[in-house]
Every structure is written in C-alpha cells, then in structure tokens.
C-alpha cells in the first residue's frame, strides 16, 4: 500500500530555535498533503493544507509565519516550526493524498514528536 | 467542525464483535464516510470506506443505513491489538483536496 514518511519521528530543541518536519510519499505523488497537531489526548486538528508548486492554506488561527509550509514536489512537503516555544510542543502529522486518486482516502505519516525545552 | 458524533469511549471483550456507531445526519450525497484509527503515539490507519452500499474487507465491516444518515464500523472479532481511537469521517472522494476533518472519534478499549 501507499506509504507516507515523516522524519524525524521525534525531536527535541531549545527555546526559539527552528525545526523542520519533512513528510514524505514514498510510492506515489502527492499533489496535495495536510499537516495536522495533536495535543495529548485531544484529536488531531488541521493546520494547513499544502499544495505543489503554491503557497500553504492556513486553518484560521494557525499562524502562517510561524509554521512555515514548503510542497516543492510531488513527493515532499517540510514544516517548519520557527522560533519555537514550549507551548509548540505537540505530536505532528502529515498526510499525502494521492494524484489521481481511485478511492479517496488519505495517508498519514508515522508522525513526529516535538519537545521544546 | 466536525460532521460526525461518534460515543467518547467503549468497550469490547476479547473474540468478541466490536460495533463502533457513528451519526452523519448532514451528510452530502456526494460525501463518503471513511474509518480510520489511531493507535497511540502513531499516525491514524484508514480501515475502511462506502458511499451507500455495505463493505467489507480484511480488517473490517461497514454497515450504512439506507438514508445514509449513520453508520456503524465492525470488526468481526476484536483483539488486544484493536484498542486505539477510532475515527469516522466524512469527505467527498474523487479530484480535489478536500480536507479531513476529524471530530472526537471513539476510544475503544478491548478488554482480556
């Protein structure tokens, strides 16, 4: 089946330090992929949706300059969390939605922990 | 916001069938219901989809009302491995980038 690829599947950083999360379609092309958050025991919630070759849509609320979104190809889309602070601490998911799709569903990367200190 | 209510949590014996309800009264005619879970600390997995029509596979049984309006998840014999969250959603399949919205889900705990 359809394999999605995040790393690094976990991450700790200082205080106002920057980090990027790198989601990957191993076996297909991804036109479009969405980066969600997760807090602990809470559902995840969307963040953006990131297409190839254009700019990132932003859920209302996510700050588009904080969470800097890049979908330079079919196959890769990094996130970055810039001037991170511990409230940005959370679990990160991506997942790829396949070009030409037949039946729809998406797949999500394994997901990546972020600990800011 | 999410288009589905799903119950917060449940439990099922070990062996036995868990039947996991959802309700999508709003649900377009061109919308899929999908299932996916989540195991902690991993990604969500897709178990199974349907427009209108029951479905099955490996994993899973999906039963939909005639009127669409809910649904209900089966996984013929539970096991230990089967305690995650699970979510239902519904999105319209086919071109686009329609996103996936998830509500609450249902933690189900499978009990030895």
């Known amino acids: 089946g359809a394999v999605v690829s995040q790393h690094p599947s976990w991450v700790i950083c200082k205080s106002g330090t920057s980090v990027k999360i790198e989601c990957r379609s191993l076996d297909f092309q991804a036109t479009t992929m969405f980066w969600y958050r997760q807090f602990p025991k809470q559902s995840l919630m969307l963040m953006a949706t990131?297409?190839?070759?254009?700019?990132?849509?932003?859920e209302q609320g996510v700050e588009k300059d904080k969470f800097l979104i890049n979908h330079a190809s079919l196959t890769l889309s990094t996130l970055t969390v810039t001037s991170a602070h511990p409230e940005d601490s959370s679990f990160y998911i991506c997942s790829a939605d396949r070009a030409m799709r037949e039946t729809g569903e998406l797949f999500f990367g394994e997901g990546s922990r972020l600990t800011v200190l | 916001d999410a288009k589905t209510t799903q119950p917060t949590s449940m439990d099922c014996a070990e062996g036995r069938a868990a039947n996991l309800p959802c309700n999508h009264s709003?649900?377009?005619?061109?919308?899929?219901v999908y299932w996916y879970r989540q195991i902690h600390s991993q990604g969500p997995q897709y178990i199974i989809h349907?427009?209108?029509n029951n479905e099955t596979n490996e994993m899973a049984s999906l039963i939909i009302t005639e009127d669409r309006k809910s649904s209900t998840l089966i996984l013929p014999h539970a096991t230990l491995r089967d305690t995650a969250v699970y979510y239902c959603?519904?999105?319209?399949?086919?071109?686009?980038?329609?996103?996936?919205?998830f509500g609450t889900g249902t933690r189900l705990t499978i009990i030895p």
């Open positions: 959603i519904v999105r319209v399949a086919g071109w686009g980038n329609e996103k996936l919205t």
């Open positions: 349907g427009l209108k």
């Open positions: 990131s297409n190839e070759g254009s700019k990132a849509t932003y």
């Open positions: 709003t649900i377009s005619g061109n919308e899929y």
